[in-house]
């Protein structure tokens, strides 16, 4: 019987220092999960054993299985851990420096089995910074109202705030192993057309950014990536224009939104030297949204980058040629 049992799945990678406290907050859940899968990614430090360790102290009180498996990303181990999980009604991952409160599994369980249509569940998040910043909550009710759009403007990164039906991410494949990145918003947009999504209010879900790479763990993998708001770009495009989300192409968010995360690819491969794939990003970005001037102002940047470019190599060619007679 898999009613109300859910797999919790943790992958990680090189995060000895930042483990042992995720771990602390899943063994002080008030519903613990019927199996926690640890997937170690091909670490290269100590954090298998931390696993190891805390497994042995937990004496048996809820079942912990760690599995170990070459280097292949976050997607791949989270895609790794749900295929060796027991069988559950419901799974959920979280990252491996992110902590839920303690009655985080309770409340969306809970609010699932009331819902039995409905894909997922989502609690608030709260970025914790590791460079003085102010701590910042993010409410997440929105997304109950229109999830798609939601994920299109906020981004998906929300794997650690919400449960999952575990047969609605199976029927989807899991996690597109095709992708460098971006597989959450490939996964999540469309579950957003299988059913409800729900959000449950009270205590949120603390998101670290930076604070592993502080302690002297692995970073966050969203910063690996130099050219990924295009990657998000293709992704967010490609659902809303061909996979099922173009019922949504008339409403003025989306198509603004659409214009912003083309224009914010344009930006970062501009930065990169990348003018051919900037100019075609802005193009983008004023497609959807004509009216907007700053995306013509990018287009020309991009133009105007990529014609420098252009005279500054056929000058040294040229200059190279005379060298040579």
Known sequence: MNAGRIAAIIPFFNRQQSLLATL??????????????LVDDGSTDRGAEVVTDWIEQLHGRFDCRLLRKPNGGA????????????PSEYV???DSDDHWPADFLARTQAALAAHPTAVAATCDRRFVFADGRKNKLESCSPIAQAPSLWLLERGAGIASCTLFRRSEVERQGGFDLTLPTGQDAALYLPLTLRGP???VAGEAVDFSRGVAQHAGDEGNLSQKYA??????????????VRRGGQAWLSHPRCRRTLA???????RQLLRLGAHHKALASFRKSRAWNPWKARYY?????AWFAMRSRSSTDSYAASQATATLR
């Open 24 to 37: 602390r907050c899943v063994e002080s859940q008030t519903h613990l999960p019927s199996q926690l899968v």
């Open 75 to 86: 997607a791949s181990a989270r895609n790794h851990g749900l295929s060796q999980a027991q």
């Open 92 to 94: 959920a991952f979280l």
């Open 197 to 199: 999504w729900l959000y």
């Open 227 to 240: 050219d990924s708001h295009l990657a998000w770009a293709q992704i967010y495009e490609e659902f809303f």
């Open 260 to 266: 912003r995360r083309w224009f914010q690819a344009g």
């Open 297 to 301: 102002a990018g287009l020309f940047r």
